[in-house]
């Protein structure tokens, strides 16, 4: 079943009979409010199909709790829904990165005895980290430094560098990906 077919549904309104000069009901916030949300998360994602597919989700949330509580305002309800559901996915990424991810101090091996070819590849590992951090934008580059190498904590980190705890994931989150995709097409 579709979203429209649901949302005819619980209008109680067949799609046939929805054919009018004035939509009402659902088949009005449908058409009004998808364009507006698909917008909303294409700007923040970059992505068509993840802005369509997220789009699609707030208003089966909405369409879930609409025809048991009567909502005032549908268009404010949505917004704070799509807020809800990038708030989650972010979460949803920073946690999968962060458990895909190694703190730097973890994997240090401690050599036995000096040898030029690993201190070679140390060189040059460290060099290409360094490449790949200085590609990041200053406040992003502080703000993970602060977290990976000094150890704050993202909420400790907002109130350092004047950003709301969410604007902080969003760094690291770019910050980790940047990282991820230099260190796999090495």
């Known amino acids: 079943m579709s979203l429209e077919d649901d949302i005819h549904r619980h209008s109680g309104v067949e799609p046939s009979a929805g054919k009018t000069d004035e939509p009402s009901g659902f088949d009005a916030i449908y058409r009004s409010e998808v364009p507006s949300l698909v917008r909303f998360f294409r700007r923040r994602l970059g992505s068509y199909d993840e802005a369509d597919d997220l789009a699609q989700e707030a208003l089966t949330r909405f369409l879930r709790v609409s025809p048991a509580t009567q909502i005032a305002?549908?268009?404010?309800?949505?917004?704070?829904?799509?807020?809800n559901l990038l708030r989650d996915r972010a979460e949803r990424a920073s946690t999968r990165l962060a458990e895909l991810s190694v703190p730097l101090?973890?994997?240090l091996d401690h050599p036995?005895?000096?040898?030029q070819h690993r201190e070679l590849e140390g060189r040059q590992e460290l060099e290409h980290y360094g490449t790949i951090l200085r590609q990041l934008k200053?406040?992003?580059l502080e703000i993970f430094l602060l977290s990976r190498v000094d150890g704050f904590t993202y909420k400790e980190i907002a109130s350092k560098v004047g950003m709301s705890v969410w604007g902080v994931k969003r760094q690291m989150l770019k910050a980790i990906a940047?990282?991820?995709h230099h260190r796999r097409n090495r």
């Open 105 to 107: 101090v973890e994997g």
């Open 138 to 140: 200053p406040k992003t």
């Open 73 to 83: 305002t549908p268009q404010a309800y949505l917004r704070r829904i799509a807020t």
């Open 178 to 180: 940047h990282i991820d």
């Open 112 to 115: 036995t005895e000096y040898d």
